[in-house]
């Protein structure tokens, strides 16, 4: 039995499982329905939650930024949104931090616009490539925010978390069902 939304297994962590796994749900996939996968195993649904996940998520962490006492110019780290999933030992980050977090997320969500996966390799040629030559700011921001300990790994994860745990109550019903919705544990190894 496989776990896919809300559970992992021992056998989902071993890379030689996965490239099986993955083999047979790709026989057991109509032609019709792989055709609207991106590199043959991101679906349709997948794309999309992971989409609406990743522009949710640079909203928050922007909507915190916007609370920043503008006399101050640092927030508690701990007040920063989807701070957990950062494993940095600073007191307080500048808006600029924040800025950068948030464009982590917004490449994530071009790189699936551009019908790319979301891997973290993807992620970081979109930054180099195209975010960081359309604004000057946003290139100083994304540089501190890596400067000071930012990965993009870490909000490839975030979206991913988040993704599963809203699950059910994105908006994805109009999208077909496909044999590698069921399983997203397959997402987080191949990204």
């Known amino acids: 039995h496989l776990h896919g939304i809300g559970g992992e297994k021992t056998l989902l962590k071993n890379p030689q499982y ?5 083999s047979s749900l790709g026989l057991l996939t109509p032609n019709s329905m792989k055709v609207t996968y991106i590199d043959h195993w991101l679906s349709p649904r997948v794309r999309r939650a992971l989409m609406l996940t990743a522009s949710d998520c640079a909203e928050r962490i922007r909507q915190c930024g916007d609370e920043f006492p503008v006399e101050e110019g640092v927030l508690p780290f ?24 948030a464009s982590m997320f917004d490449a994530i969500e071009q790189t699936l616009k551009n019908n790319m996966t979301p891997t973290v390799f993807n992620v970081q040629q979109f930054l180099i490539h195209h975010h960081l030559h359309q604004r000057k700011e946003t290139s100083i921001d994304v540089e501190l925010f890596i400067r000071q300990g930012g990965k993009v790994e ?7 978390d988040i993704m599963t745990q809203d699950w059910q109550m994105l908006p994805l019903e109009t999208l077909p069902i496909t044999p590698m919705d069921l399983i997203l544990s397959l997402v987080r190894f191949k990204c």
């Not at 870490?154 to 991913?160: F, G």
Request: glycine content about 2%; overall charge negative; aromatic content about 14%.
């Open 18 to 22: 996965m490239k099986a796994l993955l």
């Open 78 to 101: 701990t007040q920063m949104e989807l701070f957990e999933y950062l494993p940095l030992t600073h007191d307080s980050v500048s808006k600029h931090f924040l800025e950068g977090w």
């Open 154 to 160: 870490y909000a490839v994860d975030c979206a991913l």
